[in-house]
């Protein structure tokens, strides 16, 4: 991976979500898709990570400290039926390609 494009919308949601708490880290998932970019073609990729859309996450009740996060199987299925149908719904080729997390202020 040689560069990210990210939507201004995704930016937009991904920090809001950062920013609904200080006292806990906070995670979510980055929907879009990867292309080539164009490269040298000497096995010299140039591959980009396109993000359109965010998937948000809540924090699993039983993670270990408020400066951790986790994702159950449960909810990166969802992340994966939430991509499938926002293919549906935009005719593009969307999947997982990658997540945020916050680094709250705990003390």
Known sequence: LTSVAITSNALEVALSHALTTEREEIMGLLLGDVVDAGGT?????????????????????????DD?????????????????????????????VGWYHSHPHLA
């Open 41 to 65: 073609g000497k096995g010299q990729e140039r591959l980009t990570a396109r993000i359109w859309s965010v998937s948000l996450h809540r924090r699993e009740t039983d993670v270990r400290s």
């Open 68 to 96: 951790r996060v986790e994702i159950s199987p449960e909810q990166l299925a969802a992340a994966a039926g939430e991509a499938e149908r926002i293919s549906e719904e935009l005719g593009i080729h969307t999947r997982v």
